[in-house]
């Protein structure tokens, strides 16, 4: 047989084909059997005999966000052929997030157990994981965390927003602010018919700070995305470049690494929650980026990101909070903006993907910045952090609050619950006029947690009731244990752990019941005494666990909000 061991690690481990072989109990026919299978694909044998990238991919027509997969892979590819590698496509799980039901939460820890079992599996030397809609990054990331392979990140990239009658729409944060028009009777059926065809016109994923766009931040934060690649929108050259300059660096880490185990650490995990403050980014973030630290055995306080949050100002004018979009960030300065004027707050000994230390990338001040965008520490957008964690007896493993898409009217409030036992109740009586709900009300949405049938969907937005709305109501305190989309704003209090549906306080809220909220003192209280909780308690069920399936498993294994609804024999290392 040819001998094709010369490529092999120094330390004598395999590479290329001769990785991960099939066991049949004979080594050397494993590998005459692959390579001959090999060989129909029509590589020529110096090709053959290269170390491989795999290239996780994740086009599917059912996630429009990745659109720009199939030229993306291809300038991965060019970039891993001229630095000497064999790049090799495979197909992954892809989620888009309105393409799933009940939602696509439930389905993110599916795609990582697909990333990392097929990284391992398969013989690849290298990985470049290519994401982008909302659960697909911390899937591949919560994946590469787990497989410890040498791995980068490249991100789609962000749709770009149109201009449209005078303004310009993106989504989704424009989706929900004509919705409401909608809703409010400002808008007619036509109007919103026509809106609906102009939000998302171009590839890419949602054009405001949302949760791809945070967790793309996030992944450069983290280290394991090329420098200033978060932003580069999806239908820019750059974008492709971009593209292949990630191929080639995926060859360079073979054998010499870093690896995410260098790369995910306690400190660069802090990093990413300082930019996801800075950034007022989605309050989903800090599900996944807990379950991404999770594999590594990193614990993320809901109490730790409080003291990061009151020394991070909000630096970024940018939707839903702000008026700008993602792709307008990229054009001001970017990442290495943000981050160096983040620099006094961040761990600059962290290894990222380059090779290079965090402080070595930033050793050289960004070309230009729009402080029309990217504000300077002397001048934030927001003196301090855009979200907040609360606890107290509603949430004694805590509730997260961003204040930066939220009313600071509503932050020290009393009020009184009005309750909705599950997406279904609120449906059909949300809209009901002879609903009892006034503007200072505690709107209270149950069993939309982790554990629920509904997988914890974005459902925390709920809608002002029509009567409300109608009559200029534009913010009210929601309370639930759902989590709400990065696109959303309001005065929403997410994530209640524990879940009603494991038999959490919040399942025992009835109407009536006096609810406090202090965002100064960090508190969420349900001011009913214990005894009359008790009672409630009694001959409480939580939900059947499903027969078969993945459900099964899911139901079995999901932990709470406040450990990233990972499942638990998936933390670790
Ligand atoms: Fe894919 Fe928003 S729907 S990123």
Redesign the pocket.
């Known amino acids: 047989m040819a001998d094709d061991t010369k490529n092999d690690d120094p330390q004598g481990e395999p590479r290329g084909f001769r990785r991960n072989l099939t066991n049949y109990g004979d080594r050397e026919f494993a590998l005459y059997l692959r390579r001959s299978f090999a060989q129909s694909t029509g590589l020529s044998k110096s090709l053959m005999n290269r170390p491989i990238v795999g290239i996780a991919q994740t086009g599917s027509d059912f996630?429009?966000?990745?659109r720009n997969v199939p030229e993306l892979v291809e300038a991965v590819k060019r970039g891993v052929l001229a630095a000497g590698g064999l790049p090799l496509a495979f197909p992954t799980v892809s989620l888009?997030?309105?393409f799933l039901s009940p939602t696509s939460l439930l389905f993110r820890n599916l795609m990582s157990v697909d990333t990392e079992e097929m990284v391992r599996a398969q013989p690849m030397d290298a990985v470049v994981l290519i994401g982008?809609?909302?659960k697909?990054v911390p899937a591949q990331l919560m994946g590469a965390a787990s497989a410890d392979l040498p791995a980068i990140q490249l991100v789609t990239g962000?749709?770009v927003a149109m201009p449209f009658r005078g303004e310009r729409l993106g989504?989704?944060t424009d989706c929900r602010r004509f919705w409401a028009k909608y809703r409010a009777g400002e808008v007619s059926d036509e109007g919103i018919d026509t809106i609906e065809a102009n939000l998302?016109t171009t590839a890419?994923?949602?054009a405001v700070m949302?949760?791809?766009?945070t967790m793309a931040a996030i992944a450069e934060a983290l280290g394991m995305s090329l420098p200033d690649t978060a932003a580069i929108p999806a239908v820019h050259a750059d974008r492709i470049r971009a593209a292949e300059a990630t191929g080639a660096r995926a060859v360079a880490m073979i054998g010499k690494g870093p690896r995410p185990s260098e790369i995910i650490t306690p400190k660069s995990v802090e990093n990413a929650m300082t930019v996801l403050l800075a950034l007022g980014g989605s309050t989903n973030a800090i599900i996944h980026l807990t379950a991404i630290a999770g594999r590594r055995g990193i614990e993320i306080s809901l109490a730790r990101l409080n003291e990061l949050s009151d020394r991070t100002p909000v630096l970024v004018d940018l939707k839903p909070t702000g008026q700008y979009y993602f792709a307008d960030f990229h054009a001001a300065g970017g990442m290495q903006a943000l981050l160096t004027e983040l620099k006094d707050l961040l761990h600059l000994d962290c290894m990222t993907v380059t090779g290079q230390t965090l402080g070595e990338r930033l050793a050289t001040p960004p070309a230009w910045v729009d402080r029309g965008v990217i504000r300077s520490r002397a001048e934030p957008f927001d003196p301090v952090g855009g979200l907040v964690a609360v606890f107290g007896s509603l949430a004694p493993r805590g509730a997260i609050l961003k204040r930066s898409a939220a009313d600071p009217k509503l932050f020290e409030r009393e009020g009184r619950a009005v309750v909705f036992s599950s997406l279904e109740d609120l449906a059909a009586r949300i809209d009901d006029p002879d609903l009892d709900v006034t503007p200072d009300d505690f709107m209270v949405l149950q069993n939309a947690g982790p554990l629920s049938a509904s997988g914890m969907p974005e459902a925390g937005y709920l809608p002002i009731p029509k009567k409300l709305a109608q009559a200029g109501v534009k913010d009210m305190v929601r309370i639930s244990d759902a989590r709400m989309?990065?696109?959303a704003y309001g005065t929403i209090v997410l994530h209640v752990s524990p879940d009603a549906a494991s038999g959490g306080p919040l399942a025992f809220v009835r109407n009536g019941d006096r609810i406090r909220l202090s965002v100064r003192d960090r508190r969420i209280d349900l001011l009913v005494d214990e005894a009359e909780l008790a009672r409630r308690r009694e001959g409480w069920q939580g939900p059947d666990v499903p027969a078969r399936g993945y459900r099964r498993l899911y139901a079995q294994q999901v932990l709470q909000a406040d450990q990233g609804c990972d499942f638990e024999f998936l933390r670790g290392v």
């Open positions: 996630n429009n966000c990745h888009g997030e309105v982008g809609c909302d697909t962000p749709m989504a989704c998302a890419g994923t949602c949302g949760t791809a766009s989309s990065g696109t």
